[in-house]
């Protein structure tokens, strides 16, 4: 019957294509491709959520835009944003990493 | 309009889902657009140049064209992100269906029990479905037109359906309406040869019906069928059909054997069909038209433009499908000399025609009339469908 779960395949059948010389270039380049798909949807949904409590008068999206945070949360936004990059591009400093460590 | 629940709407995707469709579509936009015209621009001020000076003149053809692109950065990136975002197209409209899915089964079913618009769908699991089919999946679609996960599967009609409307929800043109193929030959027949009504018209490889249904709205009279080997698409656009009122005939058949009888349809017609069959069978299937013709009966097929009328940049850029779609014959489809290959299956050259019919909802009526009536149309973006090249023939 019908009602049993479907997982549809999500592999198309046939060679995957590859367009560089290293096909790990295209893989990554299918990686960054879904990140930036995610982040327009999580972009997408900060959207909704702003809207939404804008709609209901909570906060509206002028104040958000006019938003400044002050000097001790600049500090902390600041460590954060730092902390992100290196752990994102954490793979250029591997190897330094390791010469250093040994 | 009936109260059986149309297939074709029924799907919900959740917040984000909907918001990742929403991104393929524009990324797909922009690919198609935006980024094809940069990749141009690199072809034209850098890449022809080179060539010409290297051999002392422009390429000859889109193989040609191919080889000087292969490696460069903007050919690599581009069709990387194209490749992605034909991917993505599917996987962004998967997981709302396979969470509705016995739902939209129970609609396909009430659908055929009800049957209110008074079509028919008529299945044969012992159909040949071709091994181009059933080793690769066209268009990356995975699980192709005619795989079934559970029993009176629609699966990938829906994916089919849903995919589609992603994969064209950025083009300017295409937003409008699905069947622009259909509702733009349809018109245009209307005006260029009012005289002709058919009272029986065949889509061949009609997949979910989209290009089916506009042949009813524009000859209500007629009885339209359409076959395809997919017997999921086939139950999915019964269905859908039905619940929009459309009497439609869906039939499981291979076109290159149909079954119908001889001098049986006034008007057999196609979209997008024969760059995804071989070449052996494209002849078949045009043998077979004829056969099913009705004398002083038209058949006009709507294809991308053999490449001997585009330039070779347009068919390297067409043909990249060929090599990075699964779509393994539209190179050697578009390179088939037509009205030769017409006049060898039996269609007389005088009674032949090949025609670029402007989309129909996105052309000034005025300027689709003045095609309809004899001009032609200056438009040639076969790619992004601004313009349809079809062709065929009368019997």
Not at chain 2, 118 to 124: A, K, P
Request: with cysteine; hydrophobic share 35%.
């Amino acid at each position: 019957m019908s009602d049993k779960t479907v997982n549809l395949p999500l592999r198309a059948k046939g060679k995957r294509a590859t367009f560089y010389k290293d096909p790990a270039v295209d893989q990554l380049f299918a990686i960054v491709t879904m990140l930036t798909q995610e982040l327009s949807v999580a972009f997408d949904r900060i959207e909704t959520v702003e809207r939404m409590l804008d709609k209901s008068g909570v906060i509206s999206r002028a104040d958000i835009e006019a938003y400044k945070p002050g000097e001790q949360e600049e500090g902390e936004r600041t460590q954060r944003r730092d902390e992100y990059i290196g752990r994102v591009f954490n793979i250029l400093h591997q190897e330094a990493a390791s010469l250093r460590d040994s | 309009m009936s109260n059986i629940r149309n297939v074709g709407e029924m799907v919900e995707p959740n917040h984000d889902e909907y918001n990742r469709q929403r991104f393929v579509s524009i990324l797909r936009k922009k690919v198609l657009m935006d980024f094809a015209g940069d990749m141009k621009t690199i072809y034209q001020k850098k890449v022809e140049p080179n060539f010409e000076k290297k051999h002392g003149r422009k390429p000859k053809d889109g193989r040609e064209v191919r080889k000087a692109m292969l490696h460069e950065p903007v050919f690599e990136g581009w069709s990387s992100l194209r490749y992605n975002a034909q991917l993505m197209t599917w996987w962004s409209v998967q997981p709302a269906i396979e969470r509705d899915l016995s739902d939209l089964i129970q609609a396909a079913k009430d659908a055929r029990a009800a049957n209110p618009a008074g079509g028919s769908l008529e299945l044969n699991p012992d159909v040949d479905v071709p091994r181009e089919i059933t080793e690769l999946d066209v268009h990356l679609m995975p699980g192709c037109f005619h795989t079934e996960y559970t029993d009176d599967d629609v699966a990938q009609g829906a994916v089919y359906h849903y995919g589609t409307t992603v994969f064209s929800g950025g083009l300017p043109h295409r937003r409008i309406t699905k069947g622009g193929v259909a509702s733009s030959i349809a018109n245009y027949l209307k005006l260029a040869h009012p005289e002709f009504k058919p009272k029986r018209i065949l889509d061949m490889g009609c997949t979910a019906g989209a290009n089916t249904t506009p042949y009813k709205e524009v000859y209500p009279e007629a009885e339209v069928h359409g076959i395809d080997v997919g017997a999921p698409l086939l139950r999915f656009g019964h269905a859908r059909a039905e619940a929009e009122g459309a009497a439609l005939h869906f039939r499981q058949a291979n076109a290159t054997d149909t079954g119908y009888p001889d001098n049986h349809f006034d008007f057999i017609t196609s979209s997008f069909f024969f760059h995804e069959v071989s070449v052996p069978d494209t002849k078949k299937i045009f043998k077979e038209c004829l056969r099913i013709l009705k004398p002083g009966g038209l058949m006009l097929h709507m294809e991308l433009p053999p490449s001997a009328l585009t330039d070779p940049y347009y068919n390297f850029y067409l043909d990249w499908d060929a090599f990075y779609n699964n779509e393994p014959h539209y190179e050697k489809f578009r390179g088939l000399d037509f009205p030769e290959a017409l006049a060898e299956c039996g269609f007389e050259k005088d009674k032949q025609l090949m025609v670029r019919i402007p989309n129909f909802a996105s052309t000034p009526p005025d300027e689709f009339k003045a095609v309809a009536t004899g001009g032609d149309t200056m438009r040639r973006d076969h790619g992004n469908g601004a313009v349809w090249f079809t062709f065929g023939s009368w019997k």
